[in-house]
């Protein structure tokens, strides 16, 4: 069965601490890794699309990279607005997605 | 170019009675999935549907049913509602293709009570 972990389940950041986010996966026939923003009370906002080991994508203070077996997303001197949960979602062969947890982040100014 | 739209934002049911929310997806857009999201369990897969079809299918049971009209709208329906049932249900769009990005709407909070 297709697995997504991410961690930690909350982190709490001084405004311009950068951190990193982890999502580690077991899946059968990766076609690709997700990255979503969600705040409260809204559906999730598309970030970041990865296909394969090696890959990154930059979008304003945010990096995602992938690896065989786990994607970070790292925040680069976050901002308050920068506060939300960030959900990985991993796409199997059968084309389905499956989410984790997610990670709420609390950016301090 | 307007967003994933959703009716109604919000609802209240009581068990045993059943509702269906509807869908509308990104202009252009042919696929439509649905989610369930709750605090315990994440964010879970309901089923897609492309081209008035159902495409593929999570592990719900068959009181959670879908259909999808000709201009890509999709309405979901669950029947002989439980308590449990109680969560955010979440549509996504996306172009086409299996793999093509999916874009989220606002979601429906279903209140079971």
């Known amino acids: 069965e297709d697995q997504v972990t991410q961690s930690p389940e909350a982190l709490r950041l001084q405004e311009g601490e950068s951190s990193s986010l982890n999502c580690s996966y077991t899946v059968s026939g990766l076609r690709g890794l997700f990255w979503y923003r969600q705040d409260p009370g809204k559906g999730p906002e598309f970030l970041f699309t990865l296909y394969s080991a090696g890959e990154e994508k930059e979008k304003e203070r945010l990096k995602a990279t992938l690896t065989k077996k786990e994607s970070f997303l790292h925040i680069t001197a976050p901002k308050p607005e920068d506060s939300a949960t960030y959900l990985c979602a991993v796409q199997a062969e059968d084309y389905k997605l499956s989410f984790g947890a997610g990670t709420t982040v609390t950016v301090r100014a | 170019k307007a967003g994933v739209t959703q009716t109604p934002r919000y609802l ?26 709750t605090p315990g369990q994440g964010l879970q897969f309901l089923f897609e549907y492309f081209s008035e ?21 999709s309405e979901m329906n669950v029947s002989t509602l439980e308590l449990g049932d109680s969560a955010l249900y979440l549509c996504a769009s996306s172009l086409s293709s299996p793999q093509d990005t999916q874009y989220f709407g606002p979601g429906t909070r279903l209140t079971v009570l």
């Open chain 2, 12 to 37: 209240i049911k009581t068990r045993g009675q059943q509702v269906t929310l509807s869908c509308s997806p990104i202009s252009g857009h042919r696929s439509v999935s649905w989610y369930q999201q």
């Open chain 2, 53 to 73: 079809t159902q495409r593929n299918k999570g592990n719900f049971p068959g009181r959670f049913s879908g259909r999808q009209f000709s201009n890509s709208r």
